[in-house]
């Protein structure tokens, strides 16, 4: 079905030759029919993306811009939980999550793939108050067009997914029933002396997000701190807060697990924080120290990423698996849809429901 602006509607109206009154009555009529919400053209989604889904603009609060997003609304009367998924760091909103399209889909969830300024590789991206400020409104947009859960909207992603995840659960944490974060960046600074070493293309991403490479100036050093999920992770102690991260990542991926070690201890209790020698020891040996082999938890879901390490302290969880920078959206799926906000966090283990579980190598 096409969608209207208020403009184009009150354009009609008024070439069809309509008093100026009768013109404002009706577009008074319309804008409180629709709760003051403005409609949104509305296009096919990307390609590779299910036919049910579509692309939608919405406006950003900051800018005022009108932001791309890929949207499933199921057509159902009663509340429905809310997925927003996060591309990668280097993708954007066209980005397919097929996985997760077809789950919204089976299970009646809605689903929102927000753009949130695409890739990180200029300074309006990469955990910029835009950024933050478009991934809160992909929620309100959606809550304006269909009965959204409000104890039922979850938020995940992988690699720059899972920075971003990290992120909105730190700046926005009233809003998220669950969070699941794969393979994420949580230290931009010390991801930037990481991949510098490595000469990989991400040092300059950063450099072109928060204006040159740390101590460049005060300024340069303030943007990679505000920027940072670990700055802001501690005010996520009360959200459902799934981490996992593969052992050989930073060797054969990306981004070496110690980032998600650090965000989980930012969250822990002391007694369950992860020691600075246990977290160099699994960088360098990329092993499970003795003295942490104990903690380790069979998951079918996590399929050929076999489990090495898991700890939950509160409402956290650490997983380390045997893989590199790689993913499990039905794990991730299946332990979102468990949570429910104001309620305590379930960890229970289930096996898999509908055949092999698909892993696979995260998008950078």
Known sequence: MRKYTFQKILNIMLSSGKSDFICGLLVGVLIFSCGFAVAVEEAPAPKDWSSEMRTVHYPSPIDHSRQPAVVYIPEKTEAVPLLVTLHSWSGDYTQTAKARAEWAIKHGWALVAPNFRGPNNKPEACGSELVVADIVAAVSYMQSRTNIDPERIYLMGASGGGYGAMLLAGRHPEIWAGVSAWVGISDLRAWHAETTARKLKYAKDLEQSCGGPPGASPEVDEQYRLRSANTWIARAIGVHLDINHGIHDGH????????????????????????DADIQYILVERKVPDSL?????????????????RRVSGNARLTLFDGGHSGSDQAALRWLSLQRKGKPADWSVASPTEGTVQTSEVQK
């Open 252 to 275: 054969v991926g990306s981004v070496p697990c110690s980032h998600s070690i650090t965000a989980f201890n930012l969250l822990a209790e002391p007694s369950k924080k992860i020691s």
């Open 293 to 309: 082999k104990g903690e380790r938890q069979n998951d079918p879901l996590y399929g050929n990423l076999t489990v090495l390490f």
